[in-house]
């Protein structure tokens, strides 16, 4: 129990003169915020509250601070490596109820959100606009949890990662104090730049409560293509010299034999069974014509088979929807499962010896892990198949895991492209990072003196 | 002096015993290093010193830290705002020896250079291989430079600045630690993103020694092209409209009247004496064709006359030659004056109001200022031409200048887009961030307890 006993009613009464009933001890409300979409332990917070606004957050994190109480934001519990369990107890800030998309500058191409947006919901409202937000993960994430996690998804190949795509943010510090990070220009060399030190950040210097989004003109053309391979090297090869040749393609996603067999059954579809690339290409007519024979011609000349073209909207739907469900196609594997998700992300050059490599330790394990990623970053996970309550199969997971980061790393990469490091991974940040990790801390320690805001996440202190 | 009198002697015997005669403190050598290209009062350093390697750079921030020394690193000195003027005095560190490619990565379309090796040497290093870089400040900077500053240029609209093209640096820090920012994998959500919060901090935070940058292939067609319109507002909405429809241009960039002029006669050219575009696609031959297409449809509906291309290398070259050369131009206009070169960014929908609100104000004033920019990002800069002797021509730029960036503020803007704050725009900190220059105070002040990088710039601790 974070809560200190002594003053935890007095904690409560405070609470409860801000927010009235929007405070919970209810147990059942507290064990759904004590848990994401990993296989990390749950632990329940001592109090969740839901504010309305930045102000009524300022509020909360100032009684936090003044408890030294652990303060962790909650959006959509979608993380995947614990990075929103309340480990250390305390109060989770549910933001369910800023969900306002509160400006759309469709003339700036931007627009302004309150944290707990999701982005489907953003993309539902600007799309009459003839606009767009590309950053993709699995989930309906929220976009301030996106935004935390520094996520991306299967557009980042050509726009980017949450990284390129805030513009500014509004986050309330560890003592209440709430800044915006930046303006709404396109560029700018004026200072530090803090939206880039909170975009990834995990909650743990201070809670995004606004996000200023990038946006999109809705492309003229779009197709999305499938194309299954003969073999492993010939589909990652065709996404490497795609990357080379600079070809602006939209999504090269590739899947695994086995992340097919599980999609299929998931998803009621009958692609082949064989290692396979899901494409999209955006431009205009012409350009997307051009680049689709770009690509075939690559695939072709490494042992592709024909482009399986869906242009209708309806279409593309449902082949990204499939992609998109992989994590649930992959839970369906085995009755009772759960998934271990991890991710890497290395330099295009060492993506063939990674995913192989992997390949030859999954061969050699018992545990299924269908391999699924954003090839064309370099990105990709996988998806250990496990039962939580069979210690063996943990530990079988955690041992192909740390073979698969620590070679990641070996490779110039990194330990994860885009889950975070949350809880799973902090075991390699220093592996990755070297004494970095020791200016990472001084940050945290200048910002979050009291190490209130989502502690024991990245790093301890 | 900010040397200690009383170390001096100590100081320098340390320096030389690391550097040998790579030391001097000789007073034309510094005066050298005393200034950069901005209208900022130089200073003369204590010391200069010539590294050529990361350690060495180590050694002497040791030194520095030690006896609590001013220590700030110099490139080209082609800052614009009084960057790297060493104002407190101390000791200048000089990378001219740090000027090697390092690594050239090109199946993972990266490298990894020096901090000295520049904008140009690179650019010739790596074009056999078919690759570019495409940030391109107005000078031929160093790389280590444009990162501390985060620069950008004329193809910033369509390859973005240095924030987006640096994936990793080699930092030393404060107390003489060496760090390696990231890693090369093109994403990562592996902990803070240290390498954006070292791409723009001037040197306040540590010194850049080495630099991992993004390249790309040359693309297969290149098309530049000038457009001279009727009216400014012509030219403004012609940028405007290219923007929001999404055209993937290359360059766009305004010159006004005033500064054809200037350009015409510096450079040799003939060009009409009106409000300019000067343009450039970039893509495969059919897709340059098409963006040409569009955006020349725009220009005519706003007044623009025909497009006068360039395709031929040798042309496009001349072309942005003497597009870099608008300062030497503007210089040039009044025999023994200097310019004061300042910049600001608005969101593209207040560029028209922005740029014409700024015209009056030049209507009613007695200096000249050419306009220039990169208007596709919502940047422009004016060059107010000045003899630095005459108090009432420094004080009215000053005037025309508080009013142009309180005006970009105003329309959520930012004080500098690309210059960086050094001296000149430091009073605007607080108007344009508020609260958050705490936040970075509160950084700097963790990362360099003993104020010796770069001490004074950006902010005051």
Same mark, same amino acid.
């Given at each position: 129990?974070?809560?200190?006993?002594?003053?935890?009613?007095? /904690?409560?009464?405070?609470?409860?003169?801000?927010?009235?009933?929007?405070?919970?001890?209810?147990?059942?409300?507290?064990?759904?915020?004590?848990?994401?979409?990993?296989?990390?332990?749950?632990?329940?917070p001592d109090v969740?509250v839901?504010?309305?606004?930045?102000?009524?957050?300022?509020?909360i994190?100032?009684?936090c601070?003044?408890?030294?109480i652990p303060v962790?934001?909650?959006?959509?519990?979608?993380?995947?490596?614990?990075?929103?369990?309340?480990?250390?107890?305390g109060i989770v800030v549910?933001?369910?109820?800023?969900?306002?998309?509160?400006?759309?500058?469709?003339?700036?191409?931007?627009?302004?959100?309150?944290?707990?947006?999701?982005?489907?919901?953003?993309?539902?409202?600007?799309?009459?606009?003839?606009?767009?937000?590309?950053?993709?993960?699995?989930?309906?994430?929220?976009?301030?949890?996106?935004?935390?996690?520094?996520?991306?998804?299967? &557009?980042?190949?050509?726009?980017?990662?949450?990284?390129? &795509?805030?513009?500014?943010?509004?986050?309330?510090?560890?003592?209440?104090?709430?800044?915006?990070?930046?303006?709404?220009?396109?560029?700018?060399?004026?200072?530090?730049?803090?939206?880039?030190?909170?975009?990834?950040?995990?909650?743990?210097?201070?809670? /995004?409560?606004?996000?200023?989004?990038?946006?999109?003109?809705?492309?003229?053309?779009?197709?999305?293509?499938?194309?299954?391979?003969?073999?492993?090297?010939?589909?990652?090869?065709?996404?490497?010299?795609?990357?080379?040749?600079?070809?602006?393609?939209?999504?090269?996603?590739?899947?695994?034999?086995?992340?097919?067999?599980?999609?299929?059954?998931?998803?009621?579809?009958?692609?082949?069974?064989?290692?396979?690339?899901?494409?999209?290409?955006?431009?205009?007519?012409?350009?997307?014509?051009?680049?689709?024979?770009?690509?075939?011609?690559?695939?072709?000349? &490494?042992?592709?088979?024909?482009?399986?073209?869906?242009?209708?909207?309806?279409?593309?739907?449902?082949?990204?929807?499939?992609?998109?469900?992989?994590?649930?196609?992959?839970?369906?594997?085995?009755?009772?499962?759960?998934?271990?998700?991890?991710?890497?992300?290395?330099?295009?050059?060492?993506?063939?010896?990674?995913?192989?490599?992997?390949?030859?330790?999954?061969?050699?394990?018992?545990?299924?892990?269908?391999?699924?990623?954003?090839?064309?970053?370099?990105?990709?996970?996988?998806?250990?198949?496990?039962?939580?309550?069979?210690?063996?199969?943990?530990?079988?997971?955690?041992?192909?895991?740390?073979?698969?980061?620590?070679?990641?790393?070996?490779?110039?990469?990194?330990?994860?492209?885009?889950?975070?490091?949350?809880?799973?991974?902090?075991?390699?940040?220093?592996?990755?990072?070297?004494?970095?990790?020791?200016?990472?801390?001084?940050?945290?320690?200048?910002?979050?003196?009291?190490?209130?805001?989502?502690?024991?996440?990245?790093?301890?202190?």
């Amino acid at each position: 129990m974070a809560l200190p006993e002594k003053y935890s009613q007095t /904690i409560l009464d405070k609470l409860s003169s801000l927010l009235n009933d929007r405070v919970s001890t209810n147990p059942s409300v507290r064990d759904t915020h004590g848990k994401d979409e990993s296989w990390h332990h749950p632990h329940r917070p001592d109090v969740v509250v839901f504010p309305k606004t930045t102000e009524e957050v300022s509020e909360i994190v100032k009684i936090c601070s003044e408890f030294e109480i652990p303060v962790i934001a909650y959006g959509t519990g979608t993380s995947l490596e614990g990075n929103v369990i309340p480990h250390n107890g305390g109060i989770v800030v549910d933001l369910m109820h800023m969900d306002q998309v509160l400006r759309v500058n469709a003339e700036d191409l931007d627009c302004t959100v309150q944290a707990r947006v999701t982005r489907k919901q953003l993309n539902e409202f600007i799309r009459d606009q003839g606009l767009f937000f590309p950053i993709d993960p699995g989930a309906d994430a929220s976009l301030g949890g996106m935004a935390a996690t520094r996520a991306s998804g299967t &557009n980042a190949v050509r726009y980017g990662t949450m990284r390129e &795509n805030v513009l500014a943010l509004t986050v309330v510090l560890a003592d209440g104090r709430i800044i915006r990070t930046s303006r709404r220009a396109r560029k700018s060399a004026a200072g530090y730049d803090l939206t880039r030190l909170f975009v990834g950040s995990e909650g743990t210097l201070g809670i /995004i409560t606004e996000v200023t989004l990038k946006l999109y003109g809705i492309p003229e053309a779009m197709a999305a293509a499938v194309c299954s391979f003969d073999s492993l090297e010939g589909a990652i090869d065709t996404v490497i010299q795609t990357i080379q040749l600079g070809v602006p393609i939209a999504r090269i996603e590739l899947l695994d034999d086995v992340q097919m067999g599980a999609v299929n059954a998931f998803s009621k579809l009958d692609y082949p069974v064989k290692d396979t690339l899901f494409l999209e290409f955006h431009g205009s007519e012409a350009g997307v014509q051009e680049q689709a024979e770009t690509v075939q011609a690559i695939a072709a000349e &490494n042992s592709g088979g024909e482009f399986k073209w869906a242009t209708k909207p309806e279409d593309r739907n449902k082949l990204w929807a499939a992609r998109h469900d992989v994590t649930y196609a992959t839970k369906a594997l085995r009755p009772g499962a759960e998934v271990w998700a991890t991710d890497v992300c290395v330099p295009i050059s060492r993506l063939a010896e990674c995913i192989l490599e992997t390949k030859k330790d999954l061969a050699d394990s018992f545990l299924i892990a269908p391999l699924v990623g954003h090839a064309g970053d370099g990105n990709f996970h996988l998806g250990f198949v496990i039962k939580r309550e069979e210690e063996h199969e943990l530990k079988e997971a955690e041992r192909l895991n740390d073979r698969l980061v620590m070679r990641a790393i070996a490779m110039d990469g990194t330990c994860t492209g885009e889950h975070g490091i949350g809880l799973g991974k902090m075991k390699f940040l220093t592996a990755e990072h070297g004494e970095a990790v020791s200016v990472m801390r001084s940050i945290k320690k200048a910002l979050d003196p009291k190490n209130i805001m989502n502690p024991g996440k990245i790093f301890t202190i």
